[in-house]
């Protein structure tokens, strides 16, 4: 297993609604391409999106470092300007503290 990142996504203030359904259908082609949202073909696997009324959450898993890093620049080169984007590391923090749940009952 990779390493697990969760990608937010919130609407620049200024954003016109053309440039937002323009970047959305980069990202529908990208996803009938390669399953993802940054158009990466190996090494990112998509794993779910999520959305919200200012923006949203993409979960991600990631095998490979370059793969990531070129997942990162596609971003940069279609959503940017209507959307910033941050990722954050996580863990599955269920798994990482089973032994002191169950210690506890």
Known sequence: MGQMYM??????????KEAIDAAW??????????????????GVLHQR???TSWGGY?????????AFAAYQLFHLQNYAHVVHVTYEPVYDMDRAFAGAVDAAR
């Open 25 to 42: 259908g980069e990202g529908f082609k990208a996803v009938a391409r390669t399953g993802n949202w940054g158009d990466a073909t190996k």
């Open 7 to 16: 990608q937010k996504f919130v609407y620049r203030d200024g954003a016109t």
């Open 58 to 66: 993409v979960l991600i898993e990631v095998e490979d470092a370059d």
């Open 49 to 51: 999106t999520y959305g």
